[in-house]
């Protein structure tokens, strides 16, 4: 059960893609994350992002950016701070589906002392429970952007951290097919 999986679950995976792919979107982040990092995040800060993609390659033109990926199709694409971590088993998460997430040890000794303003959960594509497991792992004090909570169980993963540091949560994309939620919003301290 805890054997390093060795797969790449991308690579199977029919992806909608707009003008050769290089778009906001379908399995990128939307323009509206985008934009509200932008405003919400002085350019020169640093994001930890969990999953890469060709919204990362707009992400480092304003902030250093590592990215936690575990696809060879997008190691060292678009920088050169990415975080090699393959895919794990784990002991299911109550109340989660899904029992693969990136290899916590590697993860661990990979982040540990790492300073950064944003942390971007986009990935691993298929289940992110594991994020819920090894929390720890992570500073809790910083932005969180939970991309893809219109999917039942990315929402979940997002409502058990609000949960656990018992803080509200904003979410954003309200009439698109693609929401993201925030916890630790900069917005909460303006009202």
């Known amino acids: 059960m805890n054997d390093v999986l060795d797969i790449d679950i991308t690579k199977d995976k029919e992806v909608k893609v707009n003008k050769g792919g290089r778009s906001f979107g379908f399995g ?29 390659s707009q992400l480092v033109k304003h902030y250093t950016v590592h990215s936690v990926e575990h696809s060879k199709l997008f190691w060292d ?28 040890k590697i993860l661990r000794r990979a982040v540990v002392g790492l300073k950064y303003d944003l942390l971007l959960i986009d990935g691993p594509p298929v289940t992110r429970a594991g994020f819920v497991k090894y929390f720890d792992i992570f500073n809790p004090h910083v932005i969180m952007i939970f991309d893809d909570v219109n999917r039942k169980k990315d929402n979940s993963i997002m409502n058990s951290i609000a949960s656990k540091l018992e803080v509200p949560y904003i979410t954003y994309g309200a009439g698109t097919e693609k929401l993201f939620g925030v916890i630790n919003d900069p917005i909460w301290g303006e009202l």
Request: glycine share 8%.
């Open 28 to 56: 990128n982040i939307t323009e509206e994350l985008y934009e509200y990092i932008c405003k919400t995040l002085p350019y020169g800060s640093t994001i930890l992002e969990l999953g890469s993609g060709w919204g990362t």
């Open 77 to 104: 694409r678009y920088h050169t701070n990415y975080i090699h971590v393959p895919l794990k088993q784990h002991k299911a998460v109550k109340n989660h589906d899904g029992d693969v997430w990136y290899d916590a």
